[in-house]
Nanobody, 124 residues
Framework: QLQLVESGGGLVQPGGSLRLSCATS????????IGWFRRAPGKEREGVLC????????IFLDSVKGRFTISRDFAKNTVYLRMNNLKPDDTGVYYC?????????????????WGQGTQVTVSS
């Protein structure tokens, strides 16, 4: 059974960094795309970035370019979201998800399996 579990969220000051983890099971990382999404307070869930089966990353939000990166560790079956220079607008619940699609997409409806989410709060 496919499972995804996020961790690593917390409270951080503006300008700080966090690394979120998405521990997966039930598949190998070269079999599935993995997307990171977030839901800011009062807003809809939105796609942040994605890593393809071959390891290519796609950033969906211009606001995170140059600050967020995605990587993966096959030995740990884990995908990471590194977030630098965090801003208050980055506050939200962050989710990882996977899909039966072979192509990365920012569309929430494309993803079939989701983690429970981890809270990120950027505040002084």
């Amino acid at each position: 059974q496919l499972q995804l579990v996020e961790s690593g969220g917390g409270l951080v000051q503006p300008g700080g960094s966090l690394r979120l983890s998405c521990a997966t099971s039930g598949f190998t990382l070269d079999e599935k795309i993995i997307g990171w999404f977030r839901r800011a307070p009062g807003k809809e869930r939105e796609g942040v970035l994605c890593i393809s089966r071959s390891g290519t990353s796609t950033i969906f939000l211009d606001s995170v370019k140059g600050r967020f990166t995605i990587s993966r560790d096959f030995a740990k079956n884990t995908v990471y979201l590194r977030m630098n220079n965090l801003k208050p607008d980055d506050t939200g619940v962050y989710y990882c998800a996977t899909s039966t699609s072979v192509f990365c997409s920012a569309s929430v409806s494309l993803y079939n399996y989701w983690g429970q989410g981890t809270q990120v709060t950027v505040s002084s």
